[in-house]
């Protein structure tokens, strides 16, 4: 599933910045903020069931990708 969100530039350009601190895409660190608010939540996301995706340790998108 793709999504198409907007961000204010202020907010863009500090998520760049925190996602090239971790060694990882925006895309990645958008998708690890997203997940880790559903665990926190106590939500199930099944992410773990569709192999790499719910991988942590995934550094890029391309590593995702089978």
């Not at 925190?18 to 660190?29: D, H, M, N, Q, R």
């Not at 997940?35 to 939540?41: A, H, N, P, T």
């Amino acid at each position: 599933m793709n999504v198409k969100t907007r961000l204010d530039p202020e907010i863009h350009a500090a998520a760049k910045i925190a996602a090239a601190k971790e060694g990882i895409s925006l895309t990645e660190y958008l998708r690890r903020l997203v997940q880790s608010d559903l665990e926190r939540r106590g939500m199930n996301t099944r992410a773990s069931s569709r192999g790499n995706r719910g991988d942590r340790n995934a550094n890029s998108d391309s590593e995702r990708i089978r």
